[in-house]
């Protein structure tokens, strides 16, 4: 709602015929008062609604990055028997165990 200045005038002088002047002062001081307390409060307004998108979009890229996680410890599950640990020492052992192979079978020429 946008008032044009001969609207505001209007108004002022109405005001000025009603109330008188002094009255009109008081309730001019008044009225700026709650249009300022008005303003901070829609700014406080706008910034808790910034902060929570914020938050909000924070909270999805986590749960994005958990269920990226989820999913990647479920391929390696479902894809190895065994857990990694006992996997990487039966390498181990082959590996020893092929050496050994190797060591001997010169031995032996």
Do not use: C, Y
């Amino acid at each position: 709602m946008e008032l044009s200045f001969s609207e505001m005038f209007l108004v002022v002088i109405i005001a000025f015929l009603v109330l008188g002047p002094e009255e009109l002062v008081k309730r001019s001081r008044q009225m700026g008062q709650w249009v300022g307390k008005l303003r901070s409060e829609a700014r406080n307004f706008g910034i808790m609604a910034q902060e929570s998108l914020l938050k909000k979009s924070e909270i999805e890229d986590v749960k994005k990055k958990f269920s990226e996680a989820q999913a990647s410890l479920d391929k390696i599950h479902t894809t190895g028997s065994e857990p990694l640990e006992i996997s990487i020492e039966k390498n181990l052992l082959k590996l020893s165990q092929d050496k050994n192979k190797t060591n001997n079978s010169g031995e032996g020429s």
